[in-house]
């Protein structure tokens, strides 16, 4: 993709701006560690950093954004208070900023933000913030967070489309250059509105460095990529919101300016292979990464030719994950790695049909998981929802196969079907 670079956003932010919020953030000590990461340094033939900004006070980087931008307000902005729209974790940051610097403020959420994150916000706002729910998207919470700035006098607080936002979220690649002492040959960045990417972009421009920044889109709501494609801001369709924090119908202008001018590529990660890799996260490297934590490093699957051999940070941008969804993640990880798949089966209405169908049809290591079956007394069929769980991705053709051969009317459900959605 060819990009004209116009560099106008240069007047709003650079470098100097960032130096000049990592001293206003340097006493919260919100300094995160830069880990070296074995699992995925081995599978990719790559020294891969993780950026742990999960483990800051509210487990996720949107600290530093709104913390800059609430500190830096007048006296008087300050006495009429505050007010934000967040998908949680810019909440969370705003939340924290507010009890630390005795600011009255109001949050207004997405009504189908994670338990976890409404917790986590309620227990960091104390009695200085107001949580309030608005709609179904961030979009929504962001056009009610803007009619009570209009009735209150609080200032909004941007998620990522601000000079003093984009200025603190890139002190994090200042610390990244200190830790590795040096630049990365690649940084991964997830992103959703771009405050993030856009930050750490602006600090490798200062420093004239050569790394390579990618940013990374889940596949439900690629806003950024979207508008990249298109040469201008567009506004998305949000096909699949799991992937909550990175999830934005429309970019910024000013952070879309930026990425546009610094940003080599993004890459575009379907959600089961990010359910995957929080899985991995967890399972083997004791990190609890909500969906847009594991963006990034879920990303070196499609990168993996291009970072062998290089030195690798991935900003894992937070940890703030509701248990509860554990199931959903599982279930998402295993469709995407072809291990589990659902079918119709149109049962003949006689004794000894879903004998047929077990015996016939399924393989020694091949599991149901789901039966949901629906008898028509008055009708000659019956049809069934199954759901069958592989050992290895590769046993589907054999399956496909033996039902072939069965004489029964099984149709395997695609992941686009409308009543696949209803399953996963």
Known sequence: MTRKVSGVWRDQVGIDDVLTAAQRLAPLEVLTPLQLNERLSQSYGATVYLKREDLQV??????????????????ESLTAGVVCASAGNHA??????????GVRGAVFLPQRTPRQKVARIQALAGDLVDLHFAGESFDDALAAAAA?????????????????????QGTIALEMVEQLDG??????????????ISGMAVVLDGLGADTEV????PAGAPAMVRSLEAGRLVTIDIEDDFVDGAVVRTPGELTFAIVRDLVKHLEVVEEGRVCTEQLDLYQVDGIVAEPAGALASAALDAMASDVAGKTVVCVLSGGNNDVARYDEIIER?????????YFIVDFPQRPGALRQFLDECLGPSDDIVLFEYIKKNDREYGPAVVGVQLAERTDLASLLERIATSGLDVQL?????????LLV
Do not use: M
């Not at 209150?152 to 936002?165: L, N």
């Not at 990880?333 to 798949?341: A, E, R």
């Open 58 to 75: 509210v487990r996720s980087y949107k600290i530093r954004g709104a913390y800059n931008f609430i500190a830096g307000l007048s006296a």
């Open 183 to 196: 630049t990365p040959d690649i940084l991964v960045v997830p992103v959703g509105g771009g405050g993030l």
């Open 148 to 168: 009570h700035a209009t009735e209150t006098g609080a200032t909004v607080v941007p998620t990522f489309d601000h000079p003093a936002t984009i200025a603190g």
């Open 413 to 421: 459900l695609p992941p686009d079907s409308p009543v696949f959605r």
């Open 92 to 101: 969370q940051g705003v939340a924290w900023s507010c009890r630390h610097l």
């Open 333 to 341: 990880s295993l469709v995407h790695q072809g291990l589990k798949h």
């Open 214 to 217: 990618v940013g990374v889109q």
